[in-house]
């Protein structure tokens, strides 16, 4: 017998119970589609995550439940993991093959697709015709005698070095549900009883993304409080769907197609939510994500994520060296800014001029280049770190020249892009980039020149102060961390470090815990001083500290205070990010303009893994195309933000 106690059973009941429900019959419909509104055959309002493809949980059964307790009179299965409710059917019926997504619970069965429309398996509730998708009937035979309950071991189904590992103090096991479920013995859970459920689990988003263009990665994060592989699969998705120039063949976003090839040079990221290619922000992103694949290596690889690292940093480093015309110039910019911010629609739709700005000599910008030379430096050690030694030679040559231009001909970038001025103004000079080129070019070939030119130009300009702006333009907190790394962990570095942790400290914070620098981009923010504190962690210094920030931070983001600032991931995340080409509907051949930047409809393409600015600092949010504050989008606000995760990936998965 099943024993209840104070309205309370063990979720070991819960699950035997489950086999013993009486389950209604449902008609199976067909496969549909629709094409208008939100591209969704019940609409978003009633669409629910069930599970991923390495926890499983959704099954045409499961969601004919959850929706029948609704009281609704239809269901659906898409993308084969979410179930959506509805009284009426939005769409047309179209070939079974269009809905060939397993069941993430049941593989033998249908979920709906990823295809264009977002295919729908639909089902009627009762009737008893259940046409040729497998009926939601029970099984012909349920087990008669169930187990007593009572009697059923209490182990744990992982490993008990996993469970060691992993779930290995009370923190780990309250914080992080798989702990409870995948190891209740190491946890001391056998024996406690929790709430029963009442309805469909609470991590649902409440709006729904249009469906990725390919599942999730391959790692297994399950035992993590949120799923960090996931995380980093989807961030990468959207550095795709930022790249310009001619797509390579394995290009996962298709909604986008080749753009701008008469650029000179081809290739590189759009900056944001236009189609910009900012030289300053793109080095400072590339070089953050790639200190964050050689820290924390181990994570890109425990989330089956090698490959699209290595592919993400690929793409930028390809560009600086192609815009490396030194000894004569270095472009630093395509495209005109004001001009670009006019233009809503598509980059492959583009027709205007695209000016190229560049530095030289005589227009010098040691910011620009030595931030470039330290993105390459640092690309060259993760490219040798994975056996591509040919990169990583060609990366170094090329750091070389951009560093020793930057010290030679010293000068702020913006006084010679004047057009940058008006959006990546280099606010805190190039002091900061030349000490911080140095220290990555010492870490990348350990000359002792390198070290030493760091260390002048660190010790003269007075970087050792506390300061919590690290990112495109200002590196002041990061040189801080790397040189206490490169330098053996030296004491003089460390009052450094240990300024900015006091700075963190002291820091002003949102009711619901984000630390808050700035308004604008309060989450990319957030996501640099995290990733700063990983590798500090990761270096053994005040790690408990620093993994403790990490975590908040990266919570906070991923969902902690009921929403996700990270577009198609978790509950409720935006839908409306101010991003001009995911605004424009499909196929690619439809009109985008101004209709589609004023709609309030969510964006019809889902911008996988991007990064919104995020809230302000008494956390409200405001998910609305046009406020680019709270809502923009950019590739250098996804980079420390994906470090961090990638070192919560190499902790936690």
């Not at 009627?124 to 259940?130: M, V, Y």
């Not at 000359?447 to 030119?453: F, G, I, M, V």
């Not at 993994?547 to 509950?571: A, K, P, W």
Request: net charge negative; charged share 20%; proline share 6%.
């Amino acid at each position: 017998m099943v024993t209840i106690i104070s309205g309370k059973i063990t979720m070991r009941q819960l699950l035997l119970l489950s086999t013993l429900v009486a389950i209604s019959s449902a008609t199976y419909l067909g496969c549909y589609r629709n094409n208008g509104g939100d591209y969704m055959v019940f609409g978003s309002n009633a669409l629910t995550w069930f599970g991923n493809q390495w926890t499983g949980e959704l099954t045409p059964q499961l969601c004919h439940d959850h929706c029948e307790g609704q009281g609704y009179s239809y269901y659906g299965l898409v993308w084969g993991n979410q179930c959506s409710c509805g009284n009426s059917i939005g769409g047309e019926q179209i070939g079974e093959g269009e809905c060939n997504t397993p069941c993430v619970g049941d593989s033998s069965q249908m979920c709906g697709g990823y295809g264009e429309a977002n295919p729908t398996v639909v089902y009627e509730i009762g009737g008893g015709n259940p046409g040729t998708q497998p009926p939601t009937n029970p099984p012909t035979n349920p087990p008669t005698n169930p187990p007593e309950t009572t009697e059923s071991p209490c182990l744990d189904t992982k490993p008990a070095n996993w469970c060691n590992s992993k779930c290995n103090n009370e923190k780990k096991c309250t914080k992080k549900a798989n702990c409870q479920s995948k190891c209740m013995q190491t946890c001391g859970l056998c024996g406690e009883v929790t709430e029963a459920p009442t309805e469909a689990p609470t991590e649902a988003p409440t709006e729904a993304p249009t469906g990725p263009t390919e599942p999730p990665g391959s790692g297994d994060c399950s035992a993590a409080k949120y799923d960090y592989a996931e995380v980093l699969d989807k961030s990468m998705l959207f550095y795709e769907a930022q790249r310009a120039g001619p797509l390579p063949a394995d290009q996962r976003v298709t909604w986008r197609g080749d753009s701008n090839l008469n650029d000179d040079p081809v290739g590189g990221y759009y900056d944001a939510g236009d189609f910009l290619k900012f030289g300053f922000p793109m080095a400072a992103m590339t070089t953050q994500l790639a200190w964050g694949a050689i820290s924390f290596q181990e994570g890109y690889e425990n989330a089956g994520q090698m490959e699209y690292i290595k592919n993400t940093i690929k793409w930028a480093t390809d560009y600086f060296i192609d815009a490396n015309r030194l000894p004569n110039e270095f472009i630093g910019q395509i495209g005109s800014g004001d001009a670009d911010h006019n233009y809503w629609g598509r980059p492959e739709d583009m027709n205007m001029d695209r000016p190229v700005y560049s530095i030289s000599p005589s227009k010098p910008g040691s910011d620009l280049a030595g931030e470039t030379a330290a993105a390459l430096a640092a690309a060259s050690i993760f490219y040798n770190n994975i056996g591509e030694t040919a990169l990583a030679d060609e990366a170094l040559t090329n750091a070389r020249e951009l560093f020793d231009f930057a010290d030679t001909n010293k000068g702020k970038y913006s006084d010679s892009i004047w057009d940058a001025s008006k959006f990546y103004n280099s606010w805190s000079g190039y002091n900061d980039e030349l000490a911080w080129g140095a220290a990555w070019l010492y870490k990348a070939t350990g000359e002792e020149d390198y070290l030493d030119q760091a260390k002048q130009i660190f010790n003269s300009n007075n970087m050792c102060n506390s300061n919590l702006w690290f990112g495109w333009d200002n590196k002041v907190a990061g040189a801080q961390v790397l040189m206490y790394d490169v330098t053996g962990q030296d004491p003089q570095y460390k009052t450094c470090v240990d300024n900015f942790l006091s700075a963190l400290d002291s820091a002003t914070y949102t009711p619901e815990g984000l630390i808050f620098v700035d308004n604008w981009g309060s989450n990319r923010h957030a996501g640099n001083n995290a990733h700063l504190c990983a590798q500090l962690a990761d270096m053994g210094y005040q790690s408990a500290k620093c993994n403790d920030f990490v975590e908040d931070q990266i919570h906070y983001i991923l969902g902690d205070t009921g929403r996700s600032y990270v577009v198609g991931f978790g509950v409720n995340p935006p839908l409306r990010p101010h991003h001009r080409s995911s605004s424009c509907r499909s196929p690619i051949t439809s009109p985008c303009g101004d209709a589609e930047k004023n709609s309030a409809d969510a964006n019809p393409q889902t911008l996988y893994g991007a990064l919104v600015g995020g809230p302000d600092q008494w956390d409200n949010y405001n998910d609305a195309r046009d406020d680019y504050v709270s809502n923009e989008v950019a590739t250098d606000y996804n980079a420390g933000f994906q470090s961090a995760v990638a070192y919560l990936a190499k902790h936690n998965c």
